[in-house]
Nanobody
Framework: VQLQASGGGLVQAGGSLRLSCTAS????????IGWFRQAPGKERLGISC????????YIDSSVKGRFTISSDNAKNTVYLQMNKLKPEDTAVYYC????????????????????WGQGTLVTVSS
């Protein structure tokens, strides 16, 4: 399994970015993709996830109303649309994958995920 994250960059506060995570190597669609971020000196935090087969989603309260997760199953790609960005959103963003697990469950902790992509840096200037 491989995950390729992209789309990070430098943006001014109030701006938008869209991150992409393309997955390969899965033998079924029974998995979910999570987005995490890690600021310097801080722990890696889950901010959103989506199930590939059933579209179940989770969005953390810290980004709710500003970030939206979606997927294009034909492209095996999950997107994280980030609007109204704030300086505190500055971090390295990672995508990760795991099996769907318990029916309807969503997983927001890093330790629950088995596969990780490389990070993509998002810098929001004030």
């Amino acid at each position: 399994v491989q995950l390729q994250a992209s789309g990070g960059g430098l943006v001014q506060a109030g701006g938008s970015l869209r991150l992409s995570c393309t997955a390969s190597g899965f033998t079924s669609d029974d998995y979910q993709i999570g987005w995490f971020r890690q600021a310097p000196g801080k722990e890696r935090l889950g901010i959103s996830c989506i199930g590939r087969s059933d579209g179940r989603t989770y969005i953390d309260s810290s980004v709710k109303g500003r970030f939206t997760i979606s997927s294009d199953n034909a492209k095996n790609t999950v997107y994280l649309q980030m609007n109204k960005l704030k300086p505190e959103d500055t971090a390295v963003y990672y995508c990760a994958a795991r099996s769907n697990g318990v029916s309807g469950a969503v997983y927001s902790t890093a330790t629950a995920y088995d596969y990780w992509g490389q990070g993509t840096l998002v810098t929001v200037s004030s």
